[in-house]
């Protein structure tokens, strides 16, 4: 049924070099043996984007719409195969994948809706006034594909984050070329997907440069891809460390190019007084199961919570911990993560003033152990450590003496993806002060829920300051996330014989902005 | 008159280490001296623009706008007395600077404007829904600034992007507070624009880390302040070798942040067949006056045309010599800035294949020689010195074989800040051919026109890909530069009391993207 190869520009491709995934949960080598891909390969897939991308580009808008449409179809009509292939790679449960694929072609159509909406395009017209001293010249603006994008696929969502995940969509939104470096982790998986965009892309008749599959288990493949001057943006979801590493390749080219990298988060939660007072033993509740989806591994994972000592805290305490008494070891997405996880686990535990909470149930050495800790306000601000993310089933409570330290210590976290807020309405005026705190070091803001779950919407930020993404000016869910593509370009005096269609005088039905007005 | 003193969060003040600024024309020293400020006086500066910044940033939008028309009257207010020390500082002629400073004060009022739209802060809604499984939360967002910006005032416009220009003007109307690194060509003349802004500070009761002013001889200052921790964007236009620096600075950082730099662009024009036949005396005309305007010294140039070799271009020859012959010799912005023009273009005149077509007069070793070259298209191609940007009156016109020359031409060049077709209906189907390898290699595309005028639009885009700038993603002239310094933010389920007001519910008056429908 797999292949093994590599998808270069329509081909499949083998080669001598071959690595095996691996079965999550118990780390025994999968068939079949998939092609490593060669530096060669990368400039082949590259070139072939880079040839592509006029064509691509200039592709009617509601033709690129329906080839993410049937992207999606394909992915849908993979069925069972494609489930059974990831659960064996990533260790995710079946429900969770089912939910993981709905988004994965969700967001394929949501673009595609998005592609035919047209405002991403940020039409403008300025007309002329010949009468103005200097005669004034008629303008008009819109942003174009920026060129062939990289995109890392990520483990921990080896469907929406992955081959034709948020960056692969937004990507072919905007109209530029993917080129993936499939994550090690699932081959098998990278295969089938990029098996099912490779038939679109032949279905609706484009250049087969639009999208390549490259796997390796080599870092240095992915510098190469980053690197190859055919690439106009790279698009990553991993850890810091990976993602500095790109950042520093992108900067170091001739020509330098943005890297959207989203990276590490602790997602602080303010457990507000009255909200705790109130209903400290749901919220341990809650929080645990926020904590223990999906083993831990969401970027979005509450890592880190903050209330004030106290009674009330204690309650929230003693239900975390017996929450936790009935949380089952969990299959983590790969050996090395789990081992990642149990060493920072070892080293949190073992920092002054960190005590532990509870602890989940104990499994094999590539499960994921839940557990949580306790430190007072000032040995968490005293130790960077407290404050680092712990990929996995992890998270400290800081039991702070006031708001005013919850204020100082949120005031100087690194930035974040997320930050939330418990509260209610007794809470509001001490809560608007910690909220422009977590304006300004956050994506997104939440009040009354719990971070892990990203909605796919129009609104969604999923983006944030520094170390959360690289590049905290955009968003990687949602259809904002296009904007990461595109770049302006404006045409003056231009003849409305060579204008895009869509910048023409009296063309209409997409949002524009004329003479400063917004309408249709 | 002038204090000769750096304005740090509202205080004037002087230091030991001080420097002159030079009469353009003669290189005599003028009065006063200025003071160099200190390392830790970028610290303080910063420091207090960080304190300042949630202050600014919550202001009323009115307010915001107040601000910066108020600034742009208290420019206006400085009055002749300006007038007279940027000519002194630049060599720039009076009518030149009237009209400069036009565009100062109405890019802040158009700003202004901008602010009170609102669209900028592209406000989306999407509303809960609790029957979708899983539930579908509120999601809200709306883009925020992005902190404290650091801007490099440019020599060659030292009103319109200097300390009051439009990078100020961009990060002020985002939101930002500002510190400046003043051009050590023009002290005085920042110092003025620098008073204003402070006595529009006070007069709004804003706090005085809102803006500030350094001045140095010194590239470690801007080092420095590019490094300082409490930056969050730079803006800069200038060298290549000095936007180069400060975004190794800036990706250096424990924090990288985005630098916005506008660096270098040769701005080629292609005279198409049919035109240049029918026009080519006028053709020669207006390009010498836009090669020779301001002394050659603007970013958008035309530092390359490209024609078919033949009678028509040999007739364009013709004229751009004759028309040469009446340039008179123009004082350049700075000595240095001559030296090195003379150089480039010493360099240039004795690259293989390059051949003189005519110069301006001879002045002064201060003074910028108008010069165009020739060269085959081979020849051009061959060699990378030839499309380099020589800044200042001089100029290439590579005479190509055919239209297949000219594309693969353009197709090698670097990135650009605008291209430019000089055509005619019958020129239209192969123009269209040139215009797609145009789009994507510059920002801004003319259609028979000069491209040294930059109107400041809705529409506009002055920027490109690199080198012509840092990052290809965004416009320094124009409304949409207000987006290079803001962030998106998104809101979860947060109640309506805590609600930015503009993204209340029924809050309207500002264009809003509610459930992915657009209206106001």
Redo the contacts between chains.
Sequence with gaps: MLRGKNLIAGEWRTADETFRAVEAATGEPLDPPFACASAAEVAEACAAAAEAQ?HFA?LPLERRAAFLRLVADKIDGLGTILTRRVMAESGLPEMRLDGERARTVGQLRLFA?EIE?G?WQ?L???HADPSRT?P??D???RK?P??PVAVFGASNFPLAFSVAGGDTASALAAGCCVVVKGHPAHPGTSELVAGAIAEAVAQIDLPGGVFSLLNSTSNALGEALVRDPRIAAVGFTGSRGGGLAL??HA?NRP??I?VYAEMSSVNPVVLMPHRLARAAEELGKAYVASLTLGAGQFCTNPGVVLGIAGDALDTFLGAVRGELSQVPAQTMLTGNIADAYATGSQRLSGEAGVELVGLGAEGSARCGRAQVYTASGSAFAANRVLSEENFGPGSIVVQCTDLAEVRSILAAME?QLTATLHME?AD?ED??AI??IM??R????????WPT?V?V?????H?G???AT??????SVGT?AIDRF??????????D??LPARLREGDAGT?R?I??E?G?
């Design positions: 006029p200039a809706e909406n405002a940020a403008r017209i300025d200097p004034k010249p303008v008009r603006m174009i920026i060129g950042m520093q900067a020509v330098p943005p930035g309405e509001y809560a608007a909220l422009a304006e300004n956050a994506g997104r803001i939440l009040a009354n829920g779950g909605d919407t129009h609104a969604m930020v983006g300051p520094f170390p690289s590049d905290g000016r955009s968003t904002l595109l770049r302006p370009v404006a045409y003056q005096n231009m003849p014989a060579l949002l902005r003479d400063g917004y249709c």
